[in-house]
């Protein structure tokens, strides 16, 4: 469990950046971060999670509770980013970078932890199992349409640009260290 969150956290810290490293690559951008959504952060921490799955799936494929774990996983990342992200805005009235990374580390922690315990339930029955692996790919899915056709709301609206998807990125103001991103959450502050 402690190797997946540590892989899962460092490809995830990675790919914040691979897409201004590949030049703006549009195939990198369907896997990394194209601009600063929160739709981009849980894509962030889905895409290794996707990855890792070649890992898990070796492992624990044969477990008969593997699909109802990973499934649960992925929903957690969905629903913990932006709950904690505009949970906290809510009340604080602000945004704290710190809190902002820690809540992609916690997401992940907690992804996680729930695949590994999930695993070792007494199994569950055909239809959950089914139904789990369909949402695998549904989720997948949707993965992919949401990165190449995001929605026109708020999870998927840059704060820095006003824009959506690719057409949020702006060339140049992100860097290595994510300086543009600083500088404008700290003017806001």
Known sequence: ????????????TLLHFTYDFSGHNKFVGIFSAVNESTWEH???ALTPTFIWSLIDGFVYGDNPNYFLAKFISL??????????????????K?????????IFYISIICSQILFYLILRMNPVNFILKYISCVGVFLIFGGYLIHTLLPAKNFLFKDP?????GFNGHRVGSYGILGVGELHVRNKNL
């Not at 469990?1 to 995830?12: E, K, P, Q, V």
């Not at 820095?160 to 959506?164: E, H, L, P, Q, R």
């Open 94 to 102: 602000k945004e704290i970078l710190i809190f902002d990374i820690l």
């Open 75 to 92: 929903i957690i990342i969905i629903i913990l980013i932006p709950f904690l992200f505009y949970g906290y805005k809510l009340i604080i």
């Open 42 to 44: 849980i894509k962030i």
């Open 1 to 12: 469990m402690i190797i997946s969150i540590i892989t899962i956290s460092l490809i995830g």
């Open 160 to 164: 820095i640009s006003n824009k959506y």
